[in-house]
């Protein structure tokens, strides 16, 4: 089953912390924007590694 990964936009500091942890390249920062975008979500492996450097728990995957 593919993962969903959602990323709340009222929440994302646009930090990048994210993208940089992101080892399967499924996180970008929207160059509009400034925030977190989601992409190749396929490449997902669910480590959760976005998830414990995003300091304001923008980012959740199912």
């Known amino acids: 089953m593919k993962p969903v990964v959602l ?13 940089e942890v992101c ?3 499924v996180l970008y920062i929207n160059d509009f924007t400034g ?19 995003c300091a304001p728990k923008a980012i959740k995957i199912s």
């Open 23 to 25: 080892k399967n390249g």
């Open 7 to 19: 990323i709340n936009t009222t929440l994302c500091t646009g930090c990048q912390k994210c993208v």
């Open 35 to 53: 925030l977190a975008k989601v992409r190749n979500v396929e490449n997902c492996d669910k480590n959760g590694a976005c998830i414990k450097v």
